[in-house]
């Protein structure tokens, strides 16, 4: 039981080392990675249409 007690009393010291990102970084972060995963989708939307059309022509 004390290394249980002692295990939460270290978790508890630990958490409090962390540092949580603000707001507004969490906001910056939000914007970037939505700028990535839709360019990235317009991208593969875009190699897909062209794979497609040159499928169409040949076959």
Known sequence: MDKFIKYIRN?????????????????QSFISVFAVVTVVSLFLSLVDVIMSSILKSVL
Request: net charge positive; charged share 35%.
């Open 11 to 27: 978790a508890k010291i630990e958490i409090q080392k962390v540092i949580f990102p603000t707001s507004r970084e969490i906001k």
